[in-house]
C-alpha cells in the first residue's frame, strides 16, 4: 500500500540520522591513528558496522521519499516485548560484575526469547548457557580480550 509520493518524516529523520552515525564511525575510524590501514585488523569491524548503518539510512531513505506504508494498520507495538527485552538488558548491566559475562548472557537470552513467544526455559536457558560460554571461550581466549569473569566466577577459580 502506498501513500502517493508523500514523504514520511520520521523514516526521513532515522534514515539521516543513522546515515549521519554511520559517516561518523567511518571518519572517526579513518581518524584513529591505531586503526591502521591493512585489509583485515582493528579498522575492519567499525568499517562494516559503518557500512551496515548507512545501507539501512540508505533504505529508510528509500521508503521515505517513496511514501511506503510498513503495515496497513500502521505501526505495531508489542509492549510487553519490549519490556522483556529492555528488562533483560537491565538485568545484564546490573549483574554483569557480579555474576560474569555466561550468566548474565544467558540470562538475557532466556528474556529475548520469551519477549519473540517462546515458552522453555530450561530449553532456552541451556542455549543461552552454550552460547554465551562458547562468546566467552572465543573471545578471552581466542582474542585476548576479557569478558569480566564476575565475582561469583571468582570464588571457583584456584588461589594464584
Same mark, same amino acid.
Given at each position: =500500500?502506498?501513500?502517493? $509520493?508523500? @514523504?514520511?518524516?520520521?523514516?526521513?529523520?532515522? !534514515?539521516?540520522?543513522?546515515?549521519?552515525?554511520?559517516?561518523?564511525?567511518?571518519?572517526e575510524t579513518m581518524l584513529t &591513528?591505531? *586503526? !591502521? $590501514?591493512?585489509? +583485515? !585488523? &582493528? *579498522?575492519?569491524?567499525?568499517?562494516?558496522?559503518?557500512?551496515?548503518? =548507512?545501507? +539501512?539510512? /540508505?533504505?529508510?531513505?528509500?521508503?521515505?521519499?517513496?511514501?511506503?506504508?510498513?503495515?496497513?494498520?500502521?505501526?505495531?507495538?508489542?509492549?510487553?516485548?519490549? =519490556? @522483556?527485552?529492555?528488562?533483560?538488558?537491565?538485568?545484564?548491566?546490573?549483574?554483569?560484575?557480579?555474576?560474569?559475562?555466561?550468566?548474565? *548472557?544467558?540470562?538475557?537470552?532466556?528474556? +529475548?526469547?520469551?519477549?519473540?513467544?517462546? $515458552?522453555?526455559?530450561?530449553?532456552?536457558?541451556?542455549? !543461552?548457557? +552454550? /552460547?554465551?560460554?562458547?562468546?566467552?571461550?572465543?573471545?578471552?581466549?581466542?582474542?585476548?580480550?576479557?569478558?569480566?569473569?564476575?565475582?561469583?566466577?571468582?570464588?571457583?577459580?584456584?588461589?594464584?
Open positions: =500500500m502506498t501513500t502517493g $509520493r508523500s @514523504l514520511r518524516i520520521g523514516e526521513a529523520l532515522l !534514515g539521516g540520522g543513522l546515515f549521519a552515525l554511520g559517516a561518523l564511525i567511518a571518519v &591513528p591505531s *586503526a !591502521g $590501514r591493512g585489509v +583485515v !585488523g &582493528p *579498522a575492519l569491524f567499525p568499517y562494516l558496522i559503518s557500512a551496515g548503518l =548507512m545501507l +539501512v539510512a /540508505l533504505s529508510l531513505l528509500r521508503e521515505a521519499f517513496a511514501g511506503h506504508i510498513a503495515h496497513d494498520g500502521g505501526l505495531e507495538l508489542d509492549l510487553r516485548a519490549v =519490556m @522483556l527485552v529492555a528488562a533483560g538488558l537491565v538485568a545484564q548491566f546490573l549483574l554483569i560484575e557480579y555474576l560474569g559475562w555466561i550468566p548474565a *548472557a544467558a540470562l538475557l537470552f532466556v528474556a +529475548v526469547a520469551r519477549a519473540f513467544g517462546n $515458552r522453555r526455559f530450561f530449553v532456552n536457558a541451556a542455549f !543461552g548457557l +552454550v /552460547l554465551s560460554g562458547a562468546t566467552f571461550v572465543v573471545f578471552n581466549y581466542g582474542l585476548d580480550l576479557n569478558l569480566p569473569i564476575g565475582t561469583v566466577g571468582e570464588w571457583f577459580l584456584p588461589a594464584e
